[in-house]
């Protein structure tokens, strides 16, 4: 471990500050995003730049101890803390620069996508990335990156231009296409195992305005719905976006009170095309008679951060996931019987598909291997309540076990918990070998080892 004088000369190279278990700000520095997380570190760096990072990285390294990296603290596992160890915290690194004429933008790793919506936004210019604003960019994004814009513009990691990293032994690199390409191959859906990200420098597309909102049915028109959607979404144009949903209409405002806690299926849609030929690739929709079409004309990041009041910090989250290739009516079927049984008003079940401009990448040029996938499915069992944790837990795990026959095999790694060795296998397929490698030649200790992890080859 280390002495009171190491931390003495740890602490004297920092600008940032550290905290301890005996600090009155420790509790609230330790929380996550998910509340069923709970781990004690015994240090947690807030980092104020670069160098507070590489004096970190080497403290950890030298001194033997767990080293997790914190972002947004949105991980689902909590895989952003751990216990008796030493806890990067980027969250004071938030810097966010818009070069408009190039249409780049470069995000420091501690930003939140809402910060990089704020930057972009007064240019009329997005990246794609999540449904929550809240959610940390570098989770995110070394995870793939599904979103709104995944059919018109690709995941985060197809508009990933350059990343500079903490390597394990320290150093900085920039990875790019042209520099430590392996390494940029490595992070571009390989998560967090291949150093600390500082910044990202991220493509940008011409994004300002856009027509979005959820589309409402009854839960007993459910299977009809999904037969319509996996039909629909295959041959709609790149620039509607839909992730399918059951969900619990939440009691307020604008959902009318008719709809209050019911229990329906949804699509929630979000259109970048010509305003004027919107009528056109809605009227499909609209034909099915919904309960409530709530698309209107909002500004792109009021719907990036449209849940963010519903999935606020501090709720109970279970994860589980899997892609699917197809939509079979037997797998409806089983859908169904589980969406029926949503324990609590904030449990849910998403399809995201990952077609479209996701679909024109091929499977072996990143790290995120699902390519060939139509939906990345997630199943969340969510609640305020710690004396729920159990039920909703146990929903999610019995819809996921269900439905895994079905599935692709693997599953998004930003929608897992702490799985396995062998699930992690899955989520990469045939390019596990090359991230293994990629591994040992960038952190052959395992250094970097609190994520969804890869073992150095």
């Not at 905290?19 to 009155?24: C, S, T």
């Not at 990202?200 to 028109?221: K, M, N, Q, Y």
């Not at 144009?237 to 709809?259: I, K, Q, R, S, Y």
């Amino acid at each position: 471990m280390f002495s009171d004088n190491d931390l003495m000369a740890y602490r004297a190279c920092l600008r940032g500050s550290i905290i301890q278990p005996a600090d009155a700000g420790y509790d609230d520095a330790r929380k996550v995003f998910n509340a069923m997380i709970s781990k004690r570190p015994r240090l947690i760096a807030r980092c104020a730049d670069v160098a507070d990072v590489i004096a970190s990285v080497n403290f950890a390294r030298d001194h033997g101890l767990l080293l997790a990296v914190r972002g947004g603290g949105h991980n689902g596992g909590g895989l952003g803390i751990c216990d008796d160890g030493l806890v990067i915290d980027l969250s004071g690194m938030r810097s966010v620069r818009v070069d408009p004429a190039a249409r780049t933008v470069r995000v420091e790793g501690g930003c939140q996508w809402r910060d990089v919506d704020h930057a972009t936004h007064a240019f009329g210019l997005a990246t794609p990335s999540g449904i929550i604003s809240t959610t940390g960019v570098g989770g995110l994004t070394l995870g793939g990156g599904i979103g709104h814009l995944t059919r018109r513009y690709g995941l985060s990691i197809d508009n990933l231009l350059s990343a500079d990293v903490v390597l394990a032994d320290g150093r900085l690199v920039t990875a790019s296409e042209t520099n430590n390409s392996d390494l940029f191959w490595a992070l571009r859906g390989g998560g967090g195992n291949f150093g600390v990200v500082t910044s990202f420098e991220f493509r940008l597309h011409p994004v300002s305005d856009v027509l979005a909102g959820p589309t409402i049915w009854p839960l007993e028109r459910g299977a009809e719905i999904m037969q319509w959607y996996r039909a629909f979404i295959a041959e709609a144009p790149d620039e509607l976006n839909g992730f399918f949903a059951f969900m619990t209409v939440p009691p307020v405002a604008p959902f009318p009170e008719t709809l209050h806690l019911q229990k329906v299926c949804a699509v929630v849609w979000c259109w970048t095309g010509d305003p004027a030929m919107a009528d056109a690739a809605f009227a499909p929709v609209l034909a099915t008679g919904p309960a409530l079409h709530g698309v209107q004309a909002l500004p792109f990041p009021v719907l990036q951060s449209a849940f963010d009041g519903l999935y606020s910090p501090g709720l109970q989250w279970y994860w589980r996931a899997d892609f699917f290739n197809d939509l079979s009516d037997e797998a409806i079927a089983l859908h169904m019987e589980h969406a029926r049984q949503l324990p609590t008003m904030h449990s849910t079940m998403h399809l995201y598909p990952v077609d479209g401009a996701a679909h024109r990448v091929g499977r072996n040029e990143t790290a995120f291997s699902y390519r060939d996938a139509r939906w990345a499915g997630v199943f969340v069992g969510v609640d305020p309540d710690a004396a729920n944790a159990d039920r909703i837990s146990a929903w999610a795990r019995d819809y996921q076990t269900a439905l895994h026959p079905y599935s692709s095999g693997g599953a998004y790694v930003n929608f897992m918990m702490e799985e396995g060795e062998d699930r992690v296998r899955d989520c990469f397929r045939d390019n596990y070998s090359r991230l293994s490698a990629a591994k040992r030649e960038f952190d052959p200790d395992n250094l970097f080892r609190v994520n969804q992890n890869i073992k150095p080859a």
